[in-house]
C-alpha cells in the first residue's frame, strides 16, 4: 500500500474497527448476559454499515468481523484437518450400578495407589449435550480454526459456518491462555428447532429427524449465511493447551475461566463429593431435562482435580477419570383409541395410531405410525390395547410395542383396512412391497389432489400461488381434475371462484401468471413433478441427465432404467409401468402441447466457455449454486473452487466473500456479474 492511500483509508479503519468493537459488546451483552442495549433496527443499521465498508475496502476486512456472525462466505468443501489432541470418547453407561462402579474404583485407585485422601478431590457433574462435538483453536486470544470431532484423528474444518454462532466467541476478553483448544458441543435449541422444520415442511423439504442431526447438517451447509439462520448453540464443556501452557487446575475452575473469557457455560454443573451427590444430580436431571431449551442425553461426571487426570491415564478410547450415563429413552403406555389410514398421493395407505393424548419428552403425543400391515401384525396389536410410545433422541414418537399387563381378555387382532377408507376401492398389496395401496388413482380424492400439490410444490413446478385450497377448489369447481388441466384454465373461468368469490381479477392474473412460468422449469423437475413412485428429486435428476429428453425416457425399458446411477430394479420398473399406462402417455401428450419443458438444456448449450476456468462466489438471482456451475459446464467450461493465475473469469453473486474478492483483484481476474455471465453464454 502506498503513502497516501494508507493516509486515505485511516479513518475508514478507525470507524470499522469502532463498529466491530460495538457490534462485538452487543452481540456478547445480548447472548451472555440475556442483555439487548439498542433497538434491533439500530443494530442492523451498524451491521450494514460494517458489512458496506468491508464491501469497499476488503483489505481492511478483519477475518475475525462479527459480520461474520451473518455469514455469506460459501464453503466450496470442508477440508479434511488432523486433530491436534485426539477428540477422546467417553465410555458411557445405562446403569447406575456402573456409575456406582465407576466411582468406588477411582476412589481405589486414588486412595491406594496414590494416597490420596477423599477429602483431596472430587468428581464434577454435567450435562451431556446431545449435540455436534467441535473443537475450536484460539491463538493470541483469536478464534483460528474449528473442526469437527470427525474419527477422533481427523475432522472436518468448519471455521466459516463456526463463526456464525453467536455463543463461539472470534475474539477472546480479558486473560485467557495465549495457545489453547477449547471443546463442546454445538446444540440445536427445540424452539429454533421446531420453527425451521416448520419452514421446511412448508417449502417442500424433508424435516430433520431431531435436533442434533439438524445441527450436524447445519454445520456443513456450503452456504454460511443459512448456517447464521439456524440459531446454534456452542456449549463448551472442556478445554486442553499444550504442554507449557497453564490452565487451572480443576475442571470446574477451567470452565469458570472459560466463561470469563467470553464463551457461554451452562450453569448446569455440580462439584459433587462422593457417589450420594453424584447419584442426586443424576436423578434431578432425569426428570428436569424435559425443562432445558435443548436436548441432552445424560450426564458427564469427570474427577475434578486435572493433574490426577494423568495419574489415572486412558483405556484404548477413552479416560478412566470422566464416564457418561445416558438416559433411558422415554416411555410411556397409552390407550390406542383407533387407527386411521392415510392415503398418500401414490395411493399407499398408512396406518396411523390415535392415541389418548400422552405427555412425552416435552410434548404431548396424540399420534404415532404404524408403518403397515406387517409392522401391526409383527407387533401383535389388538383392539383396546395400549401401546408403548418411547421418544429417545428423535423427536418422532414410535411405537415400540404392547402394553400386555393392560390387555383386554379376549381381545382381537386389528383388522387391517381391505377397501381405502376414502373412496372405497379394494385395496391391492403388490407381491415382495410391505404396504397396501389403493389402485383407484383417478378416482380417488387425497390421490388426485395430493398429485396436484406435489406437481405444483416448490421443488417440482413451482406454482407457488396454488397452496392445497385453491386446488381443492379448482377441483370442486370441475375445472382441474390432473395436472394437465392447469395448462387450460382460462381467466373467465377463475374469476368469482370460491365459497366468498375469493378469486378476483388480480389474483387470477397472478394465478396464470404463475403456471405460465412454470413452463420453463427445467425437464429434470419436470419428471420429478410427474410423482412417479420411488422418483424422488435426486432419481429425476439423474434419469433427466442420462435420458436427456421425455421422448427417451418414456420409451426406455426396465433394462435401460435399471442402468441409471441409483436407479434400483424397482424404481425402473415404476417409470417403466407409469409411462406403459395409456392415461399418462395422454396426460405427458398434453403437457408437451402445453409447452413444459422436455428436453434438457444441457442437450442444447454451446461451446462459448471451451477452455476457460471460472470460479463462482456468492448467491445468485437465476441460479442456485449447483445450477450455475452446471451451466457454466455445460457451456465447455471448468469450474474450480479457487482462484488463481489460471482462472478466467470470477462469477460474483450477491454477498461473494471479501477474500475472492479480494484475491481475483490481486491477481487481476476479471469479474463478471450474474447478467453479464448470462450475456456471455446466452
Ligand atoms: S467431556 C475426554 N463433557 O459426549 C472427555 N463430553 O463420548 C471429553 N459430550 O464426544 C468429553 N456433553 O461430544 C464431555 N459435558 C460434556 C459433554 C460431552 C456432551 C459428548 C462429547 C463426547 C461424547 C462422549
Known sequence: MDLFSAIDTEPVRQRMEQLAAELDRLNYEYYMNDRSLVSDQEFDRMMRELQDLEQQYPELASPLSPTKRVGGEVNKSFRS??????????????????????????????????????????????????????GLTY?????????TRGNGTTGDDITTNAKTIPTIPLQLRGDYPDD??????????????????????????????????????SLKLQDSAECAKR???????????????PLPQTHYGRLEYARQMGFKVQPYIQECKDINEIKAFIDHWDHARWNLPFGIDGIVIKVNQTPLWDRLGLTAKSPRWAIAYKFKAERVSTPLES????????????????????????????????????????????????????????????????????????????????????CGTPLVRVEGEAGHYC????????????????????????????????????????????????????????????????????????????????????????????????????????????????????????????????????????????????????????????????????????????????????????????????????????VSGSISGKTTFLVAGDKMGPEKLKKAEKLGVRILSEAEYMDLVR
Open 81 to 134: 484437518v488432523e486433530h491436534r489432541f485426539p477428540m477422546l470418547s467417553l465410555g458411557n453407561t445405562y446403569s447406575i450400578e456402573e456409575i456406582e462402579d465407576f466411582e468406588a474404583r477411582t476412589r481405589r485407585i486414588l486412595n491406594s495407589q496414590f494416597s490420596i485422601l477423599n477429602s483431596q478431590f472430587s468428581y464434577t457433574c454435567e450435562l451431556k449435550y446431545d449435540g455436534v462435538a467441535i
Open 139 to 147: 491463538r493470541h486470544g483469536k478464534l483460528v480454526q474449528a473442526v
Open 180 to 217: 489453547f483448544e477449547a471443546r463442546g458441543e454445538v446444540v440445536y435449541p427445540f424452539e429454533a428447532f421446531e420453527a425451521m422444520n416448520r419452514q421446511r415442511e412448508a417449502d417442500g423439504d424433508e424435516p430433520f429427524a431431531n435436533p442434533r442431526n439438524a445441527a450436524s447438517g
Open 231 to 245: 440459531k446454534l448453540l456452542f456449549c463448551m464443556y472442556f478445554m486442553m493447551a499444550p504442554d507449557g501452557v
Open 339 to 422: 387407527i386411521s389410514y392415510q392415503v398418500g398421493r401414490t395411493g399407499v395407505i398408512t396406518p396411523v395410531a390415535n392415541l389418548r393424548p400422552v405427555w412425552l419428552g416435552g410434548t404431548t403425543v396424540r399420534r404415532a405410525t404404524l408403518v403397515n400391515a406387517d409392522f401391526i401384525r409383527k407387533m401383535d396389536i389388538c383392539l383396546g390395547d395400549s401401546l408403548l410410545i418411547e421418544k429417545g433422541g428423535e423427536i418422532i414418537p414410535k411405537v415400540v410395542g404392547v402394553d400386555l399387563e393392560k390387555r383386554q381378555p379376549g381381545a382381537m387382532p386389528v383388522q387391517y383396512v381391505e377397501r381405502c377408507p376414502e
Open 439 to 638: 389402485p383407484n388413482c383417478d378416482g380417488c380424492h387425497p390421490q388426485i389432489i395430493g398429485r396436484l400439490e406435489h406437481f405444483v410444490s416448490r421443488k417440482a413446478m413451482n406454482i407457488d400461488s396454488l397452496g392445497p385450497e385453491r386446488l381443492e377448489l379448482l377441483y370442486q369447481a370441475g375445472l382441474v381434475h390432473n395436472v394437465a388441466d392447469l395448462y387450460d384454465l382460462r381467466r373467465e373461468q377463475l374469476i368469482g371462484l370460491g365459497s366468498d368469490a375469493t378469486i378476483q381479477d388480480r389474483s387470477a392474473d397472478n394465478l396464470l401468471e404463475a403456471i405460465n412460468a412454470s413452463k420453463q422449469v427445467p425437464f429434470e423437475r419436470v419428471v420429478f413433478a410427474l410423482g412417479i413412485r420411488y422418483v424422488g428429486e435426486v432419481g429425476a435428476k439423474k434419469l433427466a441427465r442420462y435420458f436427456g429428453s421425455m421422448d427417451a425416457l418414456m420409451d426406455a425399458t426396465v433394462e435401460e432404467l435399471a442402468l441409471v446411477e441409483d436407479v434400483g430394479e424397482v424404481t425402473a420398473r415404476a417409470v417403466s409401468e407409469w409411462f406403459a399406462n395409456p392415461d399418462h402417455r395422454a396426460l405427458v401428450h398434453r403437457l408437451r402441447q402445453a409447452g413444459l419443458q422436455f428436453v434438457g438444456q444441457w442437450q442444447q448449450a454451446s461451446g462459448r466457455l471451451e477452455g476457460m476456468t471460472l470460479v463462482v462466489s456468492g448467491t445468485f438471482e437465476h441460479f442456485s449454486r449447483e445450477e450455475i456451475k452446471a451451466d457454466i459446464e455445460r457451456h465447455g467450461g471448468k
